[in-house]
Nanobody, 128 residues
Framework: EVQLVESGGGLVQTGGSLRLSCVTSGFAFGDYAVGWFRQAPGADREGVSCISGVDGNTYYADSVKGRFIISKDSDKKTVYLQMNNLKPEDTAVYYC?????????????????????WGRGIQVTVSS
């Protein structure tokens, strides 16, 4: 059974930092990408960042590029999202997810429908 569990969310002031963790199990961590998505109230779930399984190449949405850093620890089967210089518009529930086929995050225009296994999500709130 594939499982993804997020942690590390919370309340932070504008300009602050948080690090989200996604502990995974039940799939070949070294082969599959893991993505981070977020969903603000009344908005669609959007892709934030992705890290590939095989070579760790990455993707960032324009809205977070230069502020967020995705990384992974293969021994712990954990993916991290370091979020710096947070803004109120980053407020959302953040989800990590695993896709149903391997792809390279940097070279494939993935969509939400490519991901079949999801964590429960964790709230990130940035106060102004």
């Amino acid at each position: 059974e594939v499982q993804l569990v997020e942690s590390g969310g919370g309340l932070v002031q504008t300009g602050g930092s948080l690090r989200l963790s996604c502990v995974t199990s039940g799939f070949a961590f070294g082969d599959y990408a893991v993505g981070w998505f977020r969903q603000a109230p009344g908005a669609d779930r959007e892709g934030v960042s992705c890290i590939s399984g095989v070579d760790g190449n990455t993707y960032y949405a324009d809205s977070v590029k230069g502020r967020f850093i995705i990384s992974k620890d293969s021994d712990k089967k954990t993916v991290y999202l370091q979020m710096n210089n947070l803004k109120p518009e980053d407020t959302a529930v953040y989800y990590c997810a695993a896709p149903f086929f391997p792809f390279a995050c940097a070279g494939y225009k993935y969509s939400r429908s490519d991901f079949v296994s999801w964590g429960r999500g964790i709230q990130v709130t940035v106060s102004s």
